[in-house]
């Protein structure tokens, strides 16, 4: 099977800790290809005090690599958006337009720090729901908050919020804590879709045996639900509606 879409990607180099050169994002790009991604969505890290990146400068990097990929055969259509990390100043730049929704700004990703998922956070994630826009959590299985209990995440969806797995979590990429963390919540139904989350081309290797966990564990229809379904919802709006 193939026409997956990959929601969180770091192939565009020279902006964060993803791809660090042209090269090697096209690279990260035809090994996507290869694993059945039509189109893959560029999230440079939006992180005030670690990637100091704007919206502006994250559309500059992603132009720089549009002329490589265009020269490229065998990669999957590419797009624009952001990881951004949950800070009052990030929040701030989402309402006031100056951020990078997912195309067709009917979604946004969103990062977070190892805390508890204070009240304030559901009150700006309900807030960004009433503008019509999506809050699509990234990663959720490594914070430590879902480890002791999947509860805050239940009512973070029950309101309408999003989750993402990373797929290499369910096969211990980032440790046991994750790995059980991504297992359970894959098992309880709470992801609406899945990627790769890759920054080199090696990554990719990690997703495919995380798409084999799945594909085994749960069938072809979840993988097309995590892969292609999910993603095509969360770009049209239509996901925790």
């Known amino acids: 099977m193939s026409g997956y879409i990959d929601l969180h990607c770091h192939f565009v180099p020279g902006i964060d800790d993803g791809a660090r050169t042209a090269e090697e994002g096209v690279a990260l790009l035809r090994a996507?290809?290869?694993a059945g991604f039509a189109r893959t969505i560029a999230t440079p890290h939006m992180r005030p005090g670690l990637f100091e990146n704007t919206a502006t400068e994250i559309t500059a990097a992603y132009d720089r690599m549009l002329p490589f990929i265009a020269r490229a055969t065998d990669v999957p259509q590419t797009a624009l958006s952001s990881e951004h990390y949950f800070t009052d100043e990030v929040y701030e730049r989402i309402l006031a337009g100056s951020a990078l929704p997912y195309p067709g700004a009917r979604a946004v990703l969103l990062e977070?720090?190892?805390?508890?998922?204070?009240?304030?956070?559901?009150?700006?994630?309900y807030d960004l729901r009433r503008r019509r826009l999506t809050p699509v959590i990234a990663h959720p299985e490594r914070y430590r908050s879902f480890?002791?209990?999947?509860?805050?995440?239940?009512?973070?969806?029950r309101t309408g919020t999003v989750a993402l797995l990373?797929?290499?979590?369910?096969?211990?990429?980032?440790?046991?804590?994750?790995e059980k963390?991504?297992?359970?919540?894959?098992?309880?139904?709470?992801?609406?879709?899945?990627?790769?989350?890759?920054?080199?081309?090696?990554?990719?290797?990690?997703v495919l045996d995380g798409m084999k966990f799945i594909r085994k564990r749960y069938g072809e229809d979840e993988i097309e639900r995590l892969f292609r379904e999910g993603p095509e919802e969360i770009l049209?709006?239509?996901?925790?509606s």
């Not at 977070?112 to 994630?125: C, H, K, S, T």
Request: glycine share 6%.
């Open 112 to 125: 977070f720090y190892e805390i508890d998922f204070l009240p304030v956070i559901a009150e700006r994630l």
């Open 181 to 206: 963390c991504a297992r359970k919540l894959l098992e309880e139904g709470l992801y609406h879709a899945a990627c790769s989350d890759a920054h080199r081309p090696d990554d990719v290797e990690e």
């Open 236 to 240: 049209a709006g239509r996901a925790g």
């Open 32 to 34: 996507l290809h290869e």
């Open 147 to 157: 480890w002791k209990s999947t509860e805050p995440l239940e009512e973070l969806i």
């Open 166 to 178: 990373d797929t290499a979590a369910l096969i211990g990429k980032y440790g046991r804590e994750p």
